[in-house]
């Protein structure tokens, strides 16, 4: 089984539709959650990071953590054109020896006209 | 606020040639990770960096190694380049009064002939 379970996708949506993007992890000792937007050709960019079970949400953007079901996920409301790109899910266990994160392959999400 | 860079943007060497990529760490950050990410993939752990010292290190073979400056500045070497060496590699720092969440630079495009 792997670390890190994304649907590669690609994930189509209307644009100002709200955009649902999943993510399951094995470990249970993970600590720490994130979001990376990476578009094409670029590098990672950090856009949401969860830390406790529930909902957190920064403007358009909403990460829900459920930590019983191994489970994490990225709501895009009001999906633009500009929102296309790869969606990386990564989580870390903190410990005395460092906070490496692991990372799925990613969904890449269309948002169409 | 200077985020991270990374030098060279690309580089393309030949099979069995060594290579020294570099690294300068957000304003603030004490902390450096480097990745590597295949096409299609998501980002691999390589190594961390912290004090100086090489805190955490992921399965990479020895000719993958790095380096920590006191001004927390860092540098990853490969030598003996196998053409799979190819890829984008990512650098990323962070700190514990950011909560270790890591910001990556704009990444190294090697490429080996």
């Known amino acids: 089984q792997k670390e890190v379970e994304q649907n590669s996708g690609p994930l189509s949506v209307p644009e100002g539709a709200i955009a649902s993007l999943n993510c399951t992890y094995s470990?249970?000792?993970?600590?720490?959650f994130f979001w990376y937007r990476q578009y094409s050709g670029k590098s990672p960019e950090l856009i949401m990071s969860?830390?406790?079970?529930g909902d957190k949400e920064d403007g358009r953007f909403t990460a829900q953590l459920n930590k019983a079901s191994q489970y994490v996920s990225l709501l895009i409301r009001d999906s633009q054109p500009s929102d296309s790109a790869t969606y990386l899910c990564?989580?870390?266990?903190?410990?005395?020896?460092?906070?490496?994160?692991?990372f799925g392959t990613g969904t890449q999400l269309k948002v169409e006209l | 606020d200077a985020g991270v860079t990374q030098s060279p943007t690309h580089l393309i060497k030949t099979r069995g040639q060594q290579v020294t990529l570099r690294c300068s760490p957000k304003?603030?950050?004490?902390?450096v990770s480097w990745y590597q990410q295949a096409l299609g993939q998501g980002p691999q752990f390589i190594f961390q960096?912290?004090?100086?010292?090489?805190?955490q290190r992921g399965n990479f073979p020895d000719r993958f190694s790095g380096h920590q400056f006191p001004n927390y500045s860092s540098e990853l070497n490969v030598n003996a380049l196998l053409l799979g060496d190819s890829a984008l590699y990512l650098c990323?720092?962070?700190?514990?009064?950011?909560?270790?969440?890591?910001?990556f630079g704009p990444g190294t495009r090697l490429t080996v002939t």
């Open positions: 990564a989580f870390y266990i903190l410990t005395g020896g460092g906070n490496k994160l692991t």
């Open positions: 969860i830390y406790s079970n």
């Open positions: 960096y912290y004090e100086e010292e090489e805190r």
């Open positions: 470990d249970r000792g993970s600590q720490s």
């Open positions: 304003s603030g950050h004490d902390t």
């Open positions: 990323a720092s962070s700190s514990l009064y950011d909560r270790y969440e890591q910001y």
